[in-house]
Every structure is written in structure tokens, then in C-alpha cells.
Nanobody, 115 residues
Framework: QVQLAESGGGLVQAGGSLRLSCAASGLTFSGNDIGWYRQAPGNQRELVAYCTMAGLTNYADSVKGRFTISRDNAKNMVYLEMNSLKPEDTAVYYC?????????WGQGTQVTVSS
């Protein structure tokens, strides 16, 4: 059974930084394209960044230049470094396969950016 576990969220002031982590069991990240998604209240879940098996990255325009996705295949971990955070980045953040996610999701990690 595949389980995804996100961590690293929190409350931060605008302009601050956070680093999110994602660990998986039952799934090997190295053989997949992996992404970070987010869902703000009242909004649909959106893909904000993903990293291909070859290490190529892609970002939503709203986070380009501020967020960096990375992966450590040896540890089976994926990370999202978030800098220059804005209040509109407030959301629950999830990791999953990308750009087409698995049907099941982890619990996510809450990121709240205060103005």
C-alpha cells in the first residue's frame, strides 16, 4: 500500500521561507515524476511544481523563481524549498505523482503565510 507523508509546514510571515518534505512508502520516487500540489480553501487542488525522473523541473507561474523542488532518490524523499512566501501561498501542500497524481493522497502539510 502506497503512503505519502508530507511535513515541514507552519506559520510564517510574508517574505519568509519554509522547506517541505515528502516521504513515501510502497512507492519508489526514482521511477516516477513527482510533484507538489496545494489546495487553498475554496479552491481546487493545483500542481505548483514537479520534477521528472531525469531531474527536469517545472513550476506554476505563481511560484516560479520562489519555489524549488528537489529529490533525493537515495532517501526516497522529495522537497519543496519555498522562499519569499506570500499570503496567497497559504494552502495545504501535498506531494504525489505528477502531472497525473495517484488517486490516494497523504494528509498534506498546512502552510500559512501572514501578512
Amino acid at each position: 500500500q502506497v503512503q505519502l507523508a508530507e511535513s515541514g509546514g507552519g506559520l510564517v510571515q510574508a517574505g519568509g521561507s519554509l522547506r517541505l518534505s515528502c516521504a513515501a512508502s510502497g512507492l519508489t520516487f526514482s521511477g516516477n515524476d513527482i510533484g507538489w500540489y496545494r489546495q487553498a480553501p475554496g479552491n481546487q487542488r493545483e500542481l505548483v511544481a514537479y520534477c521528472t525522473m531525469a531531474g527536469l523541473t517545472n513550476y506554476a507561474d505563481s511560484v516560479k523563481g520562489r519555489f524549488t523542488i528537489s529529490r533525493d532518490n537515495a532517501k526516497n524523499m522529495v522537497y519543496l524549498e519555498m522562499n519569499s512566501l506570500k499570503p496567497e501561498d497559504t494552502a495545504v501542500y501535498y506531494c504525489n505523482l505528477a502531472p497525473v497524481p495517484r488517486r490516494s493522497w497523504g494528509q498534506g502539510t498546512q502552510v500559512t503565510v501572514s501578512s
